[in-house]
């Protein structure tokens, strides 16, 4: 436990949570534990079974996401939430189980305004000035010399090998998005953000999760889908994951289908989204949220080693 550390954890969240008060947001606290978790194929959400419980199992939450666009259905416009979230098996160096997360949601906010309020809350925090945006399509074809939204697992495997990248024998012949997933955490990730924040937008659409998609046009005039996604890496570290927000309810439905087709193809229980989905179906306004880990964000900020350098006790010892 580093004492002078967690001193200094107290104040920058006292100044986080002032950036959001004097730009008129309201601080909500949403369940912790609830009977419906974000689903996603890799992210898996700790358990909990107990007779007391008015439905089981429920869930520990990964992220505050779906209770919070529930209040934005409810007619809340500029909201924020900042406390703990759980992600089971989830422990490293920039990991730990049990973790503090800021997420935010402002009604009114579009794709591009979005981005911009990111970038001037980190600037604001952070104070390394405002974020260079680049496409994720760019900067991965600066590093790697393909595109990851036409590229094909041939080539993607080519330039694995090339750069002595491993992988497991496992990996897909039919599934390009594993292979640009691999090479974007090798290869691309560990030099963004090396001198100014790198915020990366338009992601692939495999990894639309809940935010907007739309169509895109190559040179060659080939169309391919894109999701208005985006990141913001410092230090080769993610440290915020945004959407321009999706609310169409037969979409999200579609897409929790196949995000839990996924999940139990790779022997994990799906995850319910009823009450979620029910609120989609109100006329909520054109949104922009945003989630950024702040361990990481303060492991930055006080030259941190690991995780365990800015939190109280990790989940060894908690």
Partial sequence: MNIKNLKQRAVIIRDIRTFFDERGFTEVATPLLSAEAIADRFVEPLVVNDSSLPRTPMF????????????????????????????????????????TMLEWYRVGDDYESGRLFLGEFLHSILGRGMPDERTFGKAFQEAVSLN????????????????????????????ASVWVDLLFAELVEPYLGLETPTLLYDFPTYQSQLAKTRKDRLEDGSVFEIAQRYEIYVDGIELANGYDESFNANELKKRLAITNQQRSSDGHNPIPQDRFLEAMQSNI?????????????????LAAEKIDDVIVFPIETA
């Fill in 148 to 175: 990851p939204h036409t590229a094909t697992v041939n080539e993607l495997r080519a330039v694995a090998n090339a750069n002595n990248v491993v992988y497991p024998q496992s990996f897909s012949d039919a599934d």
């Fill in 60 to 99: 520990l939450q990964t992220s505050p996401e779906l209770p919070m666009k529930r209040l934005l259905a409810e007619g809340m416009e500029s909201i924020y939430q900042l406390g703990q979230v759980w992600r089971s098996g989830d422990r490293g160096s920039r990991h730990n189980v049990e973790f």
């Fill in 285 to 301: 306004k054109q949104c922009c949220g945003c989630a950024v880990g702040i361990d990481r964000l303060l492991m930055i900020m």
